[in-house]
């Protein structure tokens, strides 16, 4: 079964006082496309948390956030000293000849004054477990709302194709009719010319020219061909897994074939049913861009 590039999941737990929030969204992109919002002290593992979400979404704009509450008394960062002792130097030199108060909140917020503890290897393992952990049950659950948004788009994809064939058998039904109503019209026009010059109608010029006519419109092979392209489609709803670029094509292909038939037709009914044909179509390339 397809699936959507649109999907949701989030995650929440706790551990020793610290709760994550994980939250992993994806929309429609024509490739892989990650944004990945962590706190500061857990960036290190950005590269490891892309490498996970390339190894179960292949296509889709996917945004990870992450957010972090620790309560404990971890949560505080450490000072630099030596940061803080360098800003203030500077500062004092600065204002060596201004009466001026200093304010030793306002210097923790500068660049390099707090920083967050580095985490040993052991550290290290226990947040990345977690955030693997929570991860796989994030995307699994975005993985199930594709899954039941690639149900909803393959129902509407395959009522779209049941519309094509609906009118690609009118018009095959049609085609036979339209040759028939030229010749008709061909011989009474021949006729009318013939007998106001009093002259003798040649019915092999009569068929030469039917026979013409039909090759030149005959859309046989192009409803052939469009069948197929449908059947595929179907088949690729129904059992493809990635199957996105490949129902674009076959959208594509379905498109040029109907307004091949379009163009050799030449006839006003057969022209409704290709506009009816040509919207369907419309509709599938429309829906395909939601497909992974």
């Not at 990945?36 to 290190?44: F, G, N, T």
């Not at 004054?113 to 985490?119: F, N, S």
């Not at 948004?149 to 064939?165: F, K, P, S, T, Y």
Request: proline fraction near 2%; aromatic fraction near 4%; hydrophobic fraction near 40%.
């Amino acid at each position: 079964m397809i699936h959507s590039m649109t999907g949701y999941g989030e995650v929440q737990c706790s551990d020793d006082g610290v709760a994550y929030l994980l939250e992993v969204r994806s929309l429609n992109n024509r490739y892989f496309k990650a944004t990945i919002k962590l706190p500061e002290h857990l960036s290190l593992f950005e590269s490891e948390i892309e490498k996970l979400l390339r190894s179960r979404l292949n296509r889709g704009s996917v945004s990870y956030h992450l957010r972090v509450r620790d309560t404990t008394a971890d949560a505080a960062q450490e000072i630099n000293v030596a940061a803080l002792k360098s800003y203030l130097q500077q500062l004092r030199a600065a204002t060596a000849d201004a009466v001026t108060s200093i304010d030793l909140a306002a210097l923790l917020g500068l660049p390099g004054v707090c920083q967050p503890p580095e985490m040993h290897d052991a550290q290290r393992e226990h947040q990345w477990k977690i955030i693997e952990g929570i991860s796989k049950r994030a995307i699994e659950r975005l993985l199930q709302m594709r899954e039941v948004e690639g149900q909803a788009l393959c129902e509407d994809l395959v009522a779209q194709c049941e519309q094509i064939r609906r009118n690609l058998a009118a018009i095959a039904e049609r085609a036979p009719i339209v040759l028939k109503e030229y010749h008709q019209r061909l011989t009474q026009r021949a006729n009318e010319l013939i007998g106001e010059a009093k002259l003798q109608l040649q019915l092999d010029d009569v068929k030469r020219e039917v026979a013409l006519y039909a090759e030149r419109c005959d859309i046989n092979e192009e409803i052939a061909r469009l069948c197929s392209h449908l059947d595929q489609f179907e088949k690729l709803c129904r059992d493809g897994r990635e199957a996105g670029r490949k129902l674009d094509f076959l959208a594509q292909e379905m498109l040029r074939e109907t307004n091949t038939i379009g163009s050799k037709a030449n006839d006003a009914r057969i022209a409704h049913h290709i506009v009816e044909v040509k919207g369907a179509i419309d509709r599938l390339k429309e829906q395909v861009q939601n497909i992974e």
